[in-house]
């Protein structure tokens, strides 16, 4: 489980910076698959014998491991920059939960519990009901989502 202070800490941007060397390195891999596909059809000109039809293969088989390589890289690039965009999500619902903790006078630890009197409304425990929005969407939860529990311990449930 995350702790508050490494979503606080987590550097979106480290991860934007991957997908762009990625892009680069995905770019380089297809590069040298066509010129090794360019030296493949050379060789079919300049060294026609067995020696060279085995050249050619081996150049043809390079070229075909660039481009998978080149594709893969490509692929990288949109999880890495997934996943800086679930980051930055991830931080604001955090700065979101933070602010209403301070607002509502409780405290929040590293390990994301909840401590603290709220004025109204449910016991809030975790950071993550916080995010789910606290006991303003309590009336609003449907009967799988009985994570916010009232100060009667009983999970609530719309009737």
């Known amino acids: 489980m995350l702790s508050v202070s490494a979503v606080r800490n987590a550097k979106p941007q480290a991860w934007r910076d991957a997908a762009d060397d990625a892009t680069q390195a995905a770019q380089h891999c297809r590069d040298v698959a ?30 075909a491991d660039y481009e998978i390589a080149g594709t893969i890289l490509a692929k990288l690039v949109i999880v890495y920059d997934a996943f ?19 607002r509502n006078e409780l405290t929040v630890g590293d390990d994301g519990k909840v401590t603290g009197e709220a004025e109204k409304g449910p016991e809030i425990r975790t950071t993550g009901q916080l995010v789910a929005g606290g006991p303003q969407l309590r009336d609003q939860l449907g009967p799988d989502d009985g994570q916010l529990v009232a100060d009667d311990r009983q999970p609530h449930h719309r009737d």
């Open 34 to 63: 066509s010129d090794a596909r360019y030296l493949a059809q050379t060789l079919t000109q300049t060294w026609p014998d067995d020696a060279g039809r085995e050249a050619r293969q081996r150049f043809v088989q390079h070229a």
């Open 84 to 102: 800086a965009g679930h980051i930055d999500d991830a931080q604001q619902m955090l700065d979101s939960a933070l602010d209403y903790a301070q």
